[in-house]
């Protein structure tokens, strides 16, 4: 678990660099298939320059650019017409703007006036998952009795209490964290910092959907467990919801 936000290491700048050129191989390969009107790498290109000069939260920007690329190639592999008014930054603002109104949908929880706005709706939304759902999904795995899947749970309290529980005061160790470095005013450690919170969230969300699929396995047709495999499948779905919200892609594998 960790302890500060400064301290970590993300390979941030690893990650996003590798992204970007599989992006612009993606949008070249997309453009000798379908035309450059739609897979326009140069307008790619200039809304990442514009984000670098915005000093714009790349992880952010990056989910929302891999967003509007997915749904390009969705509507093309459709045959969804674009009618010819719409340029790709037309198209491209609008999926972002989707994107962006999913993430308001969940409740903001305003801990800090610098904090990136998609951390205070991450945080709202892994608090209202953890109070309202996890611990009816909690009790159905333990009942399961996989020593695997309990050891699982234990270290995802760990990881729930650090991320969204109380500890002194009004906000956890991690929201503390956060708070702390973004009160140090240096704009990297802040960017780095916002990068962390929002990625270990995406993780603990990502850990939660994997124990919840490996008790789905576990209970199988036994009798028995039926009625807990359908009530796990409904906040499997909800937890889902969340994930493709927040765009909790991978972006190393991207």
Request: hydrophobic share 35%.
């Amino acid at each position: 678990m960790p302890s500060s936000f400064r301290k970590l290491k993300p390979s941030r700048k690893v990650d996003i660099d590798r992204a970007i050129l599989k992006l612009k191989s993606l949008y070249r390969k997309y453009s000798d298939m379908y035309g450059d009107r739609i897979f326009n790498l140069r307008g790619f290109e200039k809304r990442y320059h514009d984000a670098l000069l915005k000093k714009m939260n790349l992880l952010v920007f990056l989910n929302a650019e891999i967003s509007v690329f997915e749904e390009l190639r969705r509507r093309v592999e459709k045959s969804v017409r674009f009618p010819e008014e719409h340029r790709y930054s037309d198209v491209a603002d609008k999926i972002i703007e989707e994107n962006l109104q999913k993430i308001k949908g969940y409740r903001k929880i305003d801990f800090h006036p610098d904090a990136e706005e998609e951390a205070t709706h991450l945080l709202g939304s892994v608090t209202d998952f953890y109070y309202g759902s996890w611990n009816k999904v909690q009790h159905i795995l333990r009942d399961l009795g996989v020593k695997a899947v309990s050891d699982a749970l234990f270290d995802l309290e760990n990881d729930f209490t650090y991320f969204v529980v109380p500890v002194r005061g009004l906000y956890s160790r991690a929201v503390d964290d956060y708070m702390r470095v973004l009160g140090r005013k240096i704009p990297r450690e802040s960017e780095n910092a916002s990068y962390n919170f929002i990625k270990f969230g995406g993780i603990l969300l990502n850990n939660c959907m994997k124990v919840i699929n490996d008790g789905l396995n576990c209970t199988g047709d036994a009798d028995g467990f039926k009625e807990s495999a359908s009530v796990l499948m409904h906040y499997r779905t909800e937890l889902k919801k969340i994930i493709d919200d927040f765009r909790f892609v991978d972006i190393r594998d991207y």
